[in-house]
């Protein structure tokens, strides 16, 4: 699927379509945006029989044979959904004025997303990046080798530092760390640095109970109380699969993060 951008910088016509209002049980939530073209789309407003008749609406206002804004559709039996809710739906053409306001509103949007840093672009880090791409997150991988880092995908931000311990501090309160390096003594040194603070998400480690123990004493002995060391999720991606190929403990992982992140 094209980024936003490139549908933007693709398509010359095209409405944008926003739920405005829902009420009651909705598949997705008031401010949802999709983009409608002549012959395309980018993003959804639920899908289902209420998608395809706002796409339908919105086309006819690209050809002229239709001049109606809003929507109001009960999401009930006679368009054979089974939500119960309604939504109520906006529709506007975009022009550059509009264009310029969609695209500062999902600039703010973006701002505001919750933010990963994952330290280690290895098997399991390229997976885990490749998972949260999907996800309404900003994802951060830091590495201090080019090479893996370069295997990276574009859509997480790269930092390819010396010391990625040092760098702990600088992330946003409310953030995940997700801790997968070559080297577990470097591992240490990150999970003590986001440990010793208290308003991070979620802390996780990849490795096994057998690491967990020789980090907790570790830790221990390096001053770090116990609360702290109990924030600690090592292995990462839970118990409920056993299977460790790289795409299914970050499709573990992820799914763990997002809870972590929206139970704050």
Known sequence: MDSLEAFLAREHKLVIVEIKQTFGSTPREAGTVMLVSP?????????????????????????????????????????????????????????DATRAALDRKLRQRLQALPEVWLFGAGHVGRALADALLLLPLKTYAVETRKNELDLMSAGASHRLVAMPEAIVKEIAPGSAVVILTHDHALDFLIAREALARDDLAYVGMIGSRTKRATFSNWAKKDGLGDEAIGRLVLPIGGKAVSDKRPSVIAAMTAAEILVALHAR
Do not use: Y
Request: glycine share 18%; charged share 20%; with cysteine.
């Open 39 to 95: 012959a395309d789309t980018h993003g959804t407003i639920g899908g289902g029989q209420m998608e395809h008749m706002a796409i339908d609406h919105a086309r006819a206002l690209l050809a002229g044979v239709n001049d109606q804004l809003e929507m109001d559709i009960p999401l009930g039996p006679d368009i054979g959904q089974c939500c119960g809710g309604r939504v109520v739906l906006t529709f506007r053409i975009g022009d």
